[in-house]
C-alpha cells in the first residue's frame, strides 16, 4: 500500500511568487493534516481536513496560504504571495479517523525556499 | 507561555548503551503524549503512545515513562544501535485532543 505522497519534493521560488504543494493521503483516509518547520524550529500543526471540509485550520499563518481537498481525496497548500519567512518543510499526514488515539501517517515532506 | 522542551539538541552515546531522551512541558496538560522518529529527508514516524494515566510504556527495545507532576515523559532506547540514530520528537495534544503540538526534537547519534 502506498503512503502519504508529497509534491514537489522541493521548490525554490522568488519572494512574491506563487506556489502549490500537493498531498495525496493513503487512501480510505478521511483526515488530512498540513504541518510545516521553519529553519530552527518545531514542526507546527497548521490545518486539519476531515474529507473535503476543514475541520480545523487554526494554525493556518495568515491569509496568504489557501488550503483546498476538493473531492475529499488529495490536497493542495497555495502561498499566494510567497514571502522569504515561508521558507520551511511542509509535511502532510493522514490518518483512518480523528482523534489523538488514531496515528498519522506521515509524507516525506516538501522543502520551500522563497529567495 | 506554553512550551515545550527536549533535553538537547544532539546527543551522542556508544552502541549497546541505553539512550534517555527527554521532553518536558510548560502550560499544557495533555492527556497524550507521543514519541516520533525522524530520518533526514523524511517526515516523522509514530513510534508510542502514552496516556496520562499510564506510567510506562513498553514495545521492544523502546520504552517511555510520562510523569504528568513533574510535567516530563522519558524515552529510553535499550541496547543502542546505529540504526537508531535519528532526531525524535515528542509531541503531546492540543486543543481538545484534534492536533499535536511538536517538540524541537534530540538528534540522537549511536556510535559503532
Known amino acids: 500500500e502506498a503512503g502519504v505522497t508529497q509534491f514537489p519534493s522541493h521548490s525554490v521560488i522568488e519572494k512574491g511568487q506563487t506556489v502549490t504543494l500537493r498531498c495525496d493521503p493513503i487512501s480510505g483516509h478521511d483526515n488530512l493534516y498540513w504541518y510545516r518547520r521553519v529553519m530552527g524550529k518545531e514542526i507546527k500543526f497548521l490545518l486539519h481536513?476531515?474529507?473535503?471540509?476543514?475541520?480545523?485550520e487554526s494554525g493556518m499563518p495568515n491569509n496568504r496560504f489557501l488550503a483546498e481537498r476538493t473531492g475529499g481525496t488529495y490536497s493542495t497548500l497555495k502561498v499566494q504571495p510567497a514571502e522569504l519567512e515561508d521558507s520551511g518543510v511542509y509535511f502532510c499526514?493522514?490518518?483512518?479517523?480523528?482523534?489523538?488515539?488514531?496515528?498519522?501517517?506521515f509524507g516525506p515532506g516538501t522543502r520551500l525556499l522563497v529567495l | 507561555s506554553q512550551k515545550i522542551e527536549q533535553n538537547s539538541e544532539a546527543l551522542n552515546i556508544q552502541e549497546g548503551k541505553t539512550a534517555t531522551l527527554t521532553c518536558n512541558y510548560t502550560?499544557?496538560?495533555?492527556?497524550?503524549l507521543q514519541w516520533y522518529r525522524q530520518d533526514p529527508g523524511r517526515g516523522p514516524v509514530f513510534l508510542l503512545l502514552i496516556r496520562e494515566n499510564e506510567k510506562e510504556k513498553r514495545k521492544e527495545r523502546l520504552k517511555v515513562t510520562f510523569d504528568t507532576t513533574l510535567k516530563q515523559s522519558l524515552f529510553h532506547i535499550t541496547a543502542s544501535q546505529p540504526a537508531d540514530s535519528a532526531t525524535y520528537l515528542c509531541?503531546?495534544?492540543?486543543?481538545?485532543?484534534?492536533?499535536?503540538?511538536f517538540g524541537p526534537g534530540t538528534r540522537l547519534s549511536v556510535l559503532p
Open positions: 481536513f476531515v474529507k473535503e471540509s476543514k475541520q480545523d
Open positions: 499526514a493522514s490518518s483512518y479517523r480523528q482523534g489523538v488515539l488514531e496515528t498519522q501517517y
Open positions: 509531541a503531546l495534544d492540543s486543543n481538545y485532543g484534534q492536533n499535536f503540538v
Open positions: 502550560n499544557y496538560s495533555p492527556a497524550y
